[in-house]
């Protein structure tokens, strides 16, 4: 990659990159709000399993 | 003997949880791409590239290909398009000449006269024109109904800035206009297979696959596998990407550089062109046999994790009917276990699903905001009826949660045995239900009738019965033929 190498302009390189990386950062941060949304779920499922049958609505 | 077979049944139900355990973790790494990716080692880089777009009888998508590429930003005069026609009978002569003269000096129009050998053939005469001269100093390999954004090259080439890289794929986007319910089906699944899963395998080190519809290369990397593409099995872009990375180059995938094609819109046309890809990935199996699960020979591909990723998806319907197998002999020969298991391995089927279907829904929410119904019943909504029963401990259907006694055959009521069988051997019949919604297509059934079945049988089964069918073809060693999937022109950039 010698002759025929353009240079783009760094500020137009650095924008798609910002850009780019904040699509990167967003997708991560919305894995672990859904992560951890489905983990409390999942928690609860367990949980409500080992509730004692009838403890909650026919007391 | 009864502990034995019992013991056996409970490890097939557990084998039949592998792909959905192996894609879940696959997807679990996704997120990690925010952290490990590639862009740090990018850089403004604008290399020669030369296009090459293999061509028969496309004269009608051929036209907006070559116009998307003209509106690319990227330098003027440091890229062309070679169109390698493969002996095309059709008006793509007269589409050529009239493209050469509108855009001099950037198209070009190689002809072989004895085509109909493949994609491979016609790539490598391009390949070979291209690497005689010296000008090219990267090749992008594409197809004629690829749409190119404006800035995906540049997003492409930045990657080669890195000179171990050897390789870069974009995301594919299924770009129909209109859509109908099949395109929408493979919008979604290529947020799962592509935008979700190649982030993942960014972040574990190997791709084992650059779409074959936009594959740049450096020319270092295209000499290094050999200076052509393999024409021994049908799936030449994961042959080059594996080849690649064998070489000790790098293969990116840039989730950002985004390009647009069209898919099939029938489920026949669908079933060929997988079947095509699936043959060609088993072909794959046996050509790489020496790094499965041999970290020494590449670290990449030897890796026991990317080996179960690899075999969980290539052999997916065979695990779906060992799972179903285990859990009908759990319920003769332990029946207090099997609804238990069956809760078990549908319940994580369930949270697998969720998880992955919310996820890509965030991770391309311009796809997901026409394609969200497909990839809600992506499963199927009769798979998900059975995922209900599975979560809620059988009760809506036996109230005790407990399967009726064997022995109790009843057609007529669901409770009865043949209601229990279908339901603990759901993930073998839904491939075979898919199977027959193929042949309903096949036999001209009217769209919304195949339509109706599949979502109701659900387009993940029909992936699944696809490979299954591939799995029977290589075992019968039906004869291999390159089937061009055809293509209209409907693929559309977004405005």
Same mark, same amino acid.
């Given at each position: 990659m010698k002759a025929g190498d353009e240079t783009i302009a760094l500020s137009t390189f650095d924008a798609i990159r910002a850009k780019d990386l904040r699509n990167e950062k967003r997708v991560m941060w919305s894995e672990v709000g859904i992560a951890v949304i489905l983990a409390l779920l999942v928690a609860g499922y367990i949980a409500w399993g080992f509730v004692p049958r009838g403890y909650l609505f026919d007391r | 003997m009864i502990e034995i077979l019992t013991t056996l049944c409970l490890c097939l139900v557990l084998l039949g949880m592998v792909p959905t355990l192996a894609t879940f973790a696959q997807f679990l790494m996704v997120g990690l791409h925010g952290i490990w990716n590639h862009y740090s080692k990018c850089a403004g880089h604008t290399p020669r590239v030369a296009f090459i777009l293999p061509a028969w009888n496309e004269a009608d998508v051929l036209g907006a290909s070559i116009? %998307?590429?003209?509106?690319?930003?990227?330098?003027?005069? *440091?890229?062309?398009?070679?169109?390698?026609?493969? @002996?095309?009978?059709?008006?793509?002569?007269?589409?050529?000449?009239?493209?050469? *003269?509108?855009?001099?000096?950037?198209?070009?129009?190689?002809?072989?006269?004895?085509?109909?050998?493949?994609?491979?053939?016609?790539?490598?005469?391009? +390949?070979?024109? +291209?690497?005689?001269?010296?000008? *090219?100093?990267?090749?992008? +390999?594409?197809?004629?109904?690829?749409?190119?954004?404006?800035?995906?090259?540049?997003?492409?080439?930045?990657?080669?800035?890195?000179?171990?890289?050897?390789?870069?794929?974009?995301?594919?986007?299924?770009?129909?206009?209109?859509? %109908?319910?099949? %395109?929408?089906? +493979?919008?979604?699944?290529?947020?799962?297979?592509?935008?979700?899963?190649?982030? @993942?395998?960014?972040?574990?080190?190997g791709i084992p696959c650059m779409a074959g519809g936009a594959q740049l290369h450096t020319r270092e990397n295209l000499m290094a596998i050999g200076g052509t593409i393999d024409t021994s099995t049908l799936a030449e872009d994961t042959y080059t990407t594996i080849k690649t990375q064998i070489c000790g180059h790098r293969a990116i995938f840039d989730p950002n550089a985004i390009v647009w094609a069209e898919e099939p819109d029938s489920v026949v046309a669908l079933w060929k062109q997988r079947l095509r890809w699936g043959r060609g990935n088993l072909q794959i199996t046996l050509a790489f046999r020496d790094l499965w699960f041999r970290p020494r020979r590449s670290s990449k591909f030897g890796n026991p994790a990317f080996g179960v990723l690899w075999f969980s998806i290539a052999l997916m319907p065979v695990f779906m009917i060992l799972g179903s197998a285990g859990l009908i002999g759990l319920f003769y020969l332990w029946p207090s276990w099997a609804p238990l298991a069956f809760s078990v391995l549908w319940t994580v089927t369930f949270i697998s699903y969720a998880f992955q279907t919310l996820f890509s829904i965030v991770i391309d929410p311009q796809t997901a905001k026409r394609a969200w119904f497909e990839g809600i019943a992506f499963p199927g909504l009769l798979s998900l009826g059975v995922m209900t029963l599975a979560i809620l401990g059988l009760k809506p259907f036996f109230g005790s949660g407990q399967w009726p006694p064997t022995g109790g055959w009843s057609w007529g009521a669901i409770g009865g045995e043949i209601g229990v069988l279908i339901i603990l051997g759901w993930s073998a019949l839904s491939t075979l239900a898919a199977w027959g919604v193929y042949r309903i297509d096949k036999a001209g059934a009217p769209k919304w009738l195949r339509n109706i079945l599949l979502v109701l049988v659900g387009y993940g089964p029909l992936l699944c019965a696809i490979s299954m069918g591939a799995i029977i073809g290589q075992l019968r060693s039906a004869d291999l033929k390159w089937d061009k999937t055809i293509k209209s022109g409907k693929a559309r950039l977004p405005t």
């Open positions: - | 116009d %998307s590429l003209m509106d690319m930003d990227y330098p003027v005069g *440091a890229w062309r398009l070679y169109v390698v026609d493969d @002996a095309s009978t059709d008006h793509t002569s007269e589409v050529m000449r009239q493209k050469m *003269a509108q855009y001099p000096g950037a198209v070009f129009h190689l002809r072989r006269e004895k085509g109909g050998q493949g994609k491979a053939h016609t790539l490598n005469h391009g +390949i070979r024109e +291209i690497l005689a001269g010296d000008w *090219a100093e990267a090749v992008m +390999i594409m197809d004629a109904d690829v749409l190119f954004e404006p800035l995906t090259l540049r997003r492409m080439t930045r990657h080669l800035a890195d000179p171990e890289v050897g390789g870069v794929t974009a995301y594919v986007k299924e770009g129909s206009e209109p859509s %109908s319910l099949l %395109s929408r089906f +493979i919008a979604f699944e290529y947020i799962t297979a592509q935008a979700a899963a190649r982030r @993942a395998q960014n972040v574990a080190g």
